[in-house]
């Protein structure tokens, strides 16, 4: 019975793998951006990472405002990889799974057994599936409510 609850939890909740980053890791990113402390292109980075995996939606839509702007002047494929990485996670958690789905693409040429963006991809296919089900489940709830009401109006009428 724990498993079935389990599932269905997760089913509906997402159920995704992505870690989430807190208030004050962001706060110390930002800080430590704001003093220069050490490399400026990796305390970016990390504070990037911060935001795109943090609960709050204006966080997110910060960290993927960062990467857009950042990732023009990124020469390694390796840095470059990790930015489109991280903004396809802003774009997850931010609902837009097709542009996220798109940017992991472009992952995924660069280093095609990558398991984080394998995984995110994966992530991304069930939940489009999940979405599906739910909206046909809607629409079908919906058509049966309608077909009630008529067939109740029909008996009370004759």
């Not at 292109?41 to 204006?58: D, F, G, T």
């Not at 798109?102 to 984080?116: F, H, K, T, V």
């Not at 629409?139 to 309608?146: E, Y």
Request: net charge negative.
């Amino acid at each position: 019975m724990n498993q079935f609850l389990d599932s269905v939890t997760s089913f509906f909740s997402g159920g995704d793998q992505l870690p989430w980053c807190s208030r004050d890791v962001i706060a110390g990113c930002e800080k430590e951006v704001a003093d220069g402390g050490g490399d400026d292109a990796e305390s970016i980075m990390r504070l990037s990472w911060a935001l795109v995996h943090s609960r709050q939606p204006e966080d997110v839509q910060r960290g993927i405002a960062m990467l857009e702007a950042s990732i023009a002047n990124t020469h390694s494929p390796l840095q470059r990889r990790e930015k489109i990485y991280l903004l396809a996670v802003g774009y997850y958690r931010s609902g837009d799974f097709s542009k996220s789905r798109m940017l992991l693409e472009q992952c995924l040429e660069i280093a095609p057994d990558w398991r984080q963006a394998l995984s995110l991809k994966k992530a991304i296919e069930d939940r489009i599936t999940k979405d599906g089900v739910i909206g046909i489940g809607i629409t079908a709830t919906a058509v049966g409510l309608i077909a009630g009401g008529i067939a109740a109006a029909l008996v009370r009428r004759n």
